[in-house]
Nanobody, 115 residues
C-alpha cells in the first residue's frame, strides 16, 4: 500500500508561483509511476504531469514550460513546481501513485489563482 499526503496549495496571484509536495509512505523508487492531476470547478480530473520510476516525465500541453515535476528519493517526496500561474490553473491538485499496478490517491490540495 501507499499513502500519499499533498501540501503546498494556497491562494496566489496570477503570474505567481507555488510548489506542491506529495509525501509517500514508502520509498518512491519502488513505485512504478507518480503523477499530479487536477480537478477544477465543474471540470473532469485531468493529468498535469507524470514521472516514471526511471525519471521520464510528461506534461499536459497547458502546463508545459510553466510547471516542473521532480522528486527527492531520500525524502520520498514528489514535487510540482508551478510558475506563471493563471486563473485557469485554479483546481484541487491530487497526487497519484501506481504501485504493483494499483492506483493510490492523495486527499488533494487546493490551488486558487486570483486575477
Amino acid at each position: 500500500q501507499v499513502q500519499l499526503v499533498e501540501s503546498g496549495g494556497g491562494l496566489v496571484q496570477a503570474g505567481g508561483s507555488l510548489r506542491l509536495s506529495c509525501a509517500a509512505s514508502r520509498s518512491i523508487v519502488t513505485i512504478n509511476s507518480m503523477s499530479w492531476y487536477r480537478q477544477g470547478p465543474g471540470k473532469r480530473r485531468e493529468l498535469v504531469a507524470s514521472m516514471a520510476r526511471g525519471g521520464t516525465t510528461e506534461y499536459a500541453d497547458s502546463v508545459k514550460d510553466r510547471f516542473t515535476i521532480s522528486r527527492d528519493n531520500d525524502k520520498n517526496t514528489l514535487y510540482l513546481q508551478m510558475g506563471s500561474l493563471k486563473p485557469e490553473d485554479t483546481a484541487t491538485y491530487y497526487c497519484k501513485a501506481v504501485h504493483n499496478w494499483r492506483p493510490y490517491w492523495g486527499q488533494g490540495t487546493q490551488v486558487t489563482v486570483s486575477s
